[in-house]
């Protein structure tokens, strides 16, 4: 791992796989505060480097110093499930894998909250991290499968690596949206065709504000890809996943990147909702989730799509997209929420306390979880139940979102229910 300034998180990633890991490499950028003494705690052999703006020059430093068999990469503010500790001993004891996909989950995101990366690898004198932003190894990775045939690459089952640092309070801190659009910027610049940098750096402008020119870099990408103008020598990673025990069987264009194609989609779905153009967002949408990529994947497209047939009166429709939703991820507290509020609104009100009540059993501080099953209740005449939901949901809004718990409070005593 490489690290600057991380003495707050850095303690729970490396406790994370200090019970797992041989080794622990951290290369230290320019650190000021605790950061190295808290690495060398946990027992990390710790090396230097001066910063320059590329990632990839840090990370392959980094690698230098590997003297393992297999490397898997952290950040400071990612940390490894245990649950997938015995699917990585196993699936690294095999003679075929170059390399191990591993899901990624975004902590407290309902836009993109999971993604399939490239994080444990062989110690293979020939793989190296390339672009200076969101540093891949799937180049060198895909140069190697050319030449040497013998090898597959793998994925994992279920959420390997848990990632905090894509929280907006934290990315505003760290002023990592500027940082980011900076670096992509200058690489993009000498590398005008390559899609996933467009699609990364479009993401980020429109984050930023940037509408026009997030859909300019955007619709460039797409571009790319559909005008199938794809290196032979840059196959996505995608295309080679295996589970433990059998090749996942789909018929696709192997020079297509669907993984980078359902971002284009998904990020140009978001700016068409922006500008309103519904039928535009929802058609890029409905693009994004046909592709044959990981299901986690499209958990946020599916989402999505619900949220604007429910805002355009179309519930059905959006009932189907969140049911798909909570299918591929039956903890996808969102989901819920959001087929709890279309069937209140289609008056399918059994249907909608279910779905709250799952809502509020993944996460039992869900406030409008409880308001709206509340509501609910009080429709069907559980005038007891739905007092008891409503109760708890001032409760959690006086310690969040106070005003809140005062209007609702307010509405209550107007309606003699307090």
């Known amino acids: 791992m490489i690290v600057r300034n991380e003495e707050t998180t850095l303690p729970k990633c490396l406790g994370s796989v200090k019970d797992f890991v041989d080794e622990i490499v951290v290369l230290d950028t320019g650190s000021t505060d605790k950061t190295t003494q808290i690495a060398q705690q946990f027992g990390a052999k710790v090396h230097y480097f001066t910063w320059n703006n590329n990632f990839s020059s840090a990370r392959n430093e980094a690698l230098k110093y590997v003297t393992g068999d297999w490397i898997l990469v952290l950040d400071a503010d990612e940390s490894l499930t245990s649950e997938i500790i015995p699917l990585i001993k196993s699936a ?22 999971y993604s399939l990366v490239s994080r444990l690898f062989r110690h293979h004198p020939d793989i190296y991290f390339d672009r200076p932003y969101h540093a891949l190894i799937d180049d060198s990775v895909m140069a190697i499968l050319a030449k040497e045939a013998n090898w597959e690459i793998g994925y994992l089952p279920g959420v390997a690596i848990l990632h905090t640092g894509y929280q907006k309070a934290v990315i505003n801190e760290q002023n990592k949206s500027a940082k980011a659009a900076a670096a992509m910027a200058e690489f993009f610049a000498n590398h005008p065709d ?34 199938n103008q794809v290196n032979e020598d840059k196959k996505p990673l995608s295309k080679f996943k295996y589970s433990q025990s059998q090749k996942v069987e789909v018929a696709f264009d192997e020079d297509i990147n669907y993984d980078i194609l359902y971002e284009l989609h998904y990020h140009l779905g978001i700016a068409y909702t922006n500008l309103k153009n519904l039928p535009s967002a929802i058609s890029h949408y409905q693009a994004a989730v046909k592709l044959p990529i990981y299901p986690l994947l499209k958990l946020g497209g599916y989402n999505n799509l619900g949220n604007l047939f429910k805002n355009m009166g179309n519930f059905s429709e959006a009932k189907i997209a969140y049911e798909t939703a909570i299918k591929i991820d039956p903890n996808f507290v969102t989901g819920y929420y959001n087929l709890g509020m279309v ?33 609910v209740l009080l429709k069907i005449g559980d005038v007891q139940g739905s007092l008891e939901a409503f109760e708890y949901a001032i409760s959690l809004h006086e310690l969040n979102n106070p005003e809140e718990a005062q209007r609702l409070h307010q509405g209550l005593k107007e309606m003699g229910l307090f």
């Open 92 to 113: 690294i004891s095999k003679e075929e894998y170059l390399v191990i996909n591993l899901v990624r989950q975004e902590v407290g995101s309902t836009q993109s909250p």
């Open 343 to 375: 069937c209140k609104a289609m008056g399918l009100f059994a249907e909608a306390i279910d779905a709250y009540n799952n809502a509020i059993n993944l996460n039992p501080d869900y406030a409008e979880a409880y308001q709206n099953l509340g509501v």
């Open 194 to 227: 390559d899609a996933y940098v467009c699609s990364k750096l479009g993401a980020l402008y429109m984050q930023m504000g940037k509408i026009n020119e997030g859909m300019e870099l955007l619709n460039h990408g797409l571009n790319q890809i559909i005008g």
